[in-house]
């Protein structure tokens, strides 16, 4: 109902090339300047990480546990006497990395489902619509935590849990959009033109229904970024030594009462980078749509 | 079409959903590398107790026998048997579930609560400044983890600012899971309330522009009542679906909300399990949390149809 309703508001479909003055109107979009700004500094941060500190981020100094913010360690260390500043940006290289990546999979399959779902329709579009029922009729966190439960905690299996879990956005998102551009004229004339199913879908549909999926995909990051965390609070996801931010609240939160900061400091850095990408895609929205 | 048609009608619906559930339930034991009897007890297990547990499970059945035997126990009302405790899954289950329905109606209950006066605020003064604040909201607030809002508002209320609420814990009599849950309800409800609050904001704001708005103004009908009688009653109906299909999100967040406040729930249940590898308990407990959403999706449709008596015809 959600994707019809945006394929609505945008009323028919430009491709994102042709479009008009996305490039003369992109910095006087507020919302995608500043997440721009804000995730491209947070993105550098990461990138850089060696340059930015000189610790290393699983470095334990066993004499120097639970400081406060000096010159020397910025944040202070935790509990291992690990600098809480440098497991920061070394977290947020591990988070995004797995966050980004984390979304191709589903963003790749589920458009390719959505794709055949509604251009073919029939029996296609009942078992994809069947799949996609199932796995919705499951909460977000419960399913992801019992796939990584089955399949063992780490990296690839959270690609796979996120994967199974979330490429059903993108394939209601795209078989709304295909639904109902196939009806227009363009489509209909590739197909009088003797067009093959596979060049109309992929050269001719693709292009402009993927729009909406894109958008989807920067928010979408957000929730991934929210589930990779939660698995690592909950000691399933990114394994130790290697910092992650979700870890390093769990970690904090036995020192809550003396040293509140170690749950509080990672917590923020989710935060900003969830408005930064929150942002970025009310932007691209903002951008994309026609005039 | 009459109501009890339509729930008929959705009812029959669900069936093969349901089915599909079950099917991926079953096959979570079969997503475990290697031997799913072996990992689960570990490697100082003797081969004896593997190849009973694999035969326990019928997991040296071939695959749709194996699914046969596992829908016929579930049709007895038989979820397995936890490694752990030694008894029934579903009984564990069923023990700690109302404290989890009472999180998630606390919770929706507190998000309501905060969604509507907002939303209304907000739509009442548009592009002015509180509707700009109003509009940060989702912004904003769909980034905070559940867990880490909670640990935050623990902090806050739980640990300073004169220990107002307990930091843990069910409590007892309906007076005292009020004072106990209200924090873990209201690290729930503010999960879903930026998602409510646009929605709602939304359709009030396209409410606004009806006629029926405009007749009831003209009839000199004071704001308040013309908000409140000929609005938000419309406005509300999206809002009630956008509740709907969200509260997967809403009732997975308490999973880790449970976590977070110690709460006896099917959350703590399910990490727990998780930790002690007893599978049974955790595949009950997903099936369970599944059932509750696909009776909430059924619950928002007929809700739907009741204040909008258009959808039965759809």
Known sequence: ?291 | MSLGGYVVRRLLQLVPIALGVTILVFFLIHLVPGDPARTILGNQATTVRVKLLRHAWGLDRPLPVQYLKFMGRLLHGDLGTSLFYSVGAGRLVLQRLPVTLWLIGFGAVLAVAIAVPLSAFAATHRDRLPDHIVRAVPLVGLGFPPFWLGIVLLLTFGLNLGRLFPVGGYGSGFTGHLHSMFLPALTVALGIAPILIRSLRAGLLEVFEAEYITTARSKGLPERRVLIRHALRNAIVSTVSVLGVNIGYLVGGTLVIEQVYAIPGIGQLMINSIFERDFPVVQAVTLVFSVMVVLVYLATDVAHALLDPRVRFD
């Open chain 1, 1 to 291: 109902m959600a994707a019809a309703a945006t394929a609505d508001a945008l009323g028919e479909a430009i491709p994102v090339g042709q479009r008009r003055g996305f490039r003369g109107r992109w910095y006087r979009t507020p919302s995608f300047v500043a997440g721009v700004s804000i995730l491209g500094t947070i993105v550098l941060l990461a990138v850089l990480a060696p340059l930015v500190t000189g610790f290393d981020p699983t470095y334990q100094d066993l004499n120097h546990t639970l400081q406060g913010p000096s010159w020397h360690h910025l944040l202070g260390t935790d509990d291992l006497g690990r600098d809480t500043w440098t497991r920061l940006v070394y977290g947020a290289r591990t988070d995004l990395r797995v966050a980004f990546l984390a979304v191709l999979f589903p963003f790749t399959i589920g458009t390719v489902l959505g794709l055949f779902s509604g251009y073919y329709g029939g029996w296609v579009d009942s078992i994809t619509s069947w799949f996609v029922n199932v796995v919705v009729a499951f909460p977000f966190y419960v399913l992801i935590i019992a796939l990584v439960f089955a399949l063992g905690s780490g990296t690839r299996n959270i690609y796979i849990a996120i994967t199974l879990v979330g490429w059903v956005s993108y394939t209601r998102i795209i078989r709304g959009e295909v639904l109902v551009a196939k009806r227009r004229d363009y489509v209909l004339a590739a197909r009088a033109g003797g067009l093959s199913d596979f060049r109309i879908l992929f050269r001719h549909l693709l292009p402009n229904v993927i729009t909406q999926a894109i958008v989807f995909a920067m928010s979408d990051i957000v929730l991934d970024i929210l589930a990779i965390v939660t698995l690592g609070y909950l000691g399933l996801g990114v394994q130790p030594p290697t910092p992650d931010w979700g870890t390093m609240i769990a970690e904090g939160q036995t020192f809550l009462t003396t040293h509140w900061e170690l749950s509080t400091i990672p917590g923020i850095a989710v935060v900003v980078t969830a408005l930064g990408l929150s942002l970025l895609a009310d932007g691209l929205a903002d951008l994309l749509r026609p005039e």
